[in-house]
């Protein structure tokens, strides 16, 4: 339901779903923090409090000041007790954006839970003392992009944009740049039934669905970047999903890992240890429903294909019987054709030995 049309639907279906995608056990769910204990001497108190502050856009239009002021503590409250419970992740500014989706949806106490799972798992990389990993994931972005349109892969590259105008859709799961809830929310029900690294996936059909815009625009850096970093409100978020989706499974991470990775690197990305967490959970392997909805997609088009060359035969004018024989001598005269039949299989597995640029 998570990777199909319309996600989840309702953020009831949401509060049943979100923990069995990240196997986390509702019954035994831990209390909610205390803001006190967790506020003192806590080196990242005062960053998490100024970027909380400016987070009033992520709360519904017109709740009242006293409920979100109150939200807002909570919030600050759950990004304190997970960093404390987990001191080798370090706080960075977008985080926030996750955490308050969670409160929004699921609830306080729910919300801790879900957020501490998914920060040592998912988002971990994002949570290292520097950016290194967050820059070697935006790696895969290029490549994606290069397997799909070279076009517009080359006309990036000649005009050296990069890949940090999507830093921000990468660090916060889209939550910072898009301003609809709904669609927020239904690209978490997309992730959290993935592998870590389809929020990049995503990313790469943003940028080819703007395909026209991108090369219509001009070879320089900040034109490009100022073009890219502004993102569309009105995007086919659901034919985008579904195409993020396919590419994950005609080019999963294992094939893109020589141009985006090196191998010195793999084990520090949570992506290289995401087959453990699999395991551990409890949730249909999307993979196999990505492939299978692909396969359905080319098996549907085949069909198409086939009923139109057959009507293309039945109402094909019968061809001269001279003309026949002449063809037919004429091929036996130069000598038999040779077929050669290629077969492919798209296989693939999570578990990847992912490799990182230095």
């Known amino acids: 339901m998570a990777i199909s049309e319309g996600g989840l639907l309702t953020d009831e279906i949401r509060c049943k779903v979100w923990p069995k995608l990240l196997s986390v056990n509702t019954d035994d ?42 939200l807002q503590e909570e919030l600050i409250d759950i990004i304190l007790h997970v960093l404390k419970r987990n001191p080798q992740l370090h706080y960075y500014q977008g985080y926030h954006d996750i955490v308050v989706t969670f409160l929004l949806v699921v609830g306080g106490r729910l919300a801790t839970a879900l957020v501490e799972k998914l920060s040592t798992h998912h988002l971990r990389d994002f949570m290292d003392p520097t950016m290194d990993n967050t820059k070697h994931i935006l790696n895969y972005l290029m490549p994606i992009i290069d397997r799909v349109n070279p076009e517009v892969h080359d006309f990036m590259q000649s005009a050296e944009v990069g890949t940090i105008f999507a830093l921000s859709w990468l660090i916060t799961w889209f939550g910072h740049v898009l ?10 029900d997309f992730f959290l039934a993935c592998h870590p690294l389809m929020p990049i996936y995503f990313a790469a059909v943003i940028v080819l669905h703007r395909e026209q815009e991108v090369l219509d625009c001009e070879c ?24 993020a989706g396919d590419l994950f499974v005609q080019f999963p991470p294992s094939e893109l890992t020589k141009e985006a ?16 967490f699999e395991l551990a959970s409890v949730q249909q392997r999307p993979d196999t429903v990505l492939r299978q909805r692909f396969r359905e997609r080319l098996r549907g088009k085949e069909r198409l294909r086939g009923e139109e060359r057959t009507k293309s035969i039945l109402t ?12 037919m001598g004429l091929t036996v005269a130069l000598g038999a054709a040779a077929l050669a039949v290629v077969k492919s299989a798209l296989e693939w597995a999570p578990k ?4 990182i640029f230095p």
């Open 29 to 70: 769910l831990p209390p909610l923090p205390v803001g006190k204990e967790l506020r003192e001497d806590n080196k990242d108190y005062q960053q998490v409090l100024l970027d909380v502050r400016r987070s009033l856009r992520r709360f519904p239009p017109g709740m009242p000041d006293d409920q979100r002021e109150g």
């Open 179 to 188: 301003s609809d809830f709904r669609h927020v929310v239904r690209l978490y």
């Open 220 to 243: 320089d850096m900040a034109s490009v970047h100022h073009l890219l970093s502004q993102i569309p409100q009105d995007l086919p978020y659901e034919s985008l999903i579904s195409k």
């Open 261 to 276: 990775a090196q191998a010195a690197q793999a084990e520090r990305t949570a992506a290289s240890t995401f087959k453990d």
């Open 316 to 327: 094909k004018p019968r061809t001269n019987r001279f003309v026949k024989l002449a063809v």
């Open 352 to 355: 990847f030995e992912l490799q």
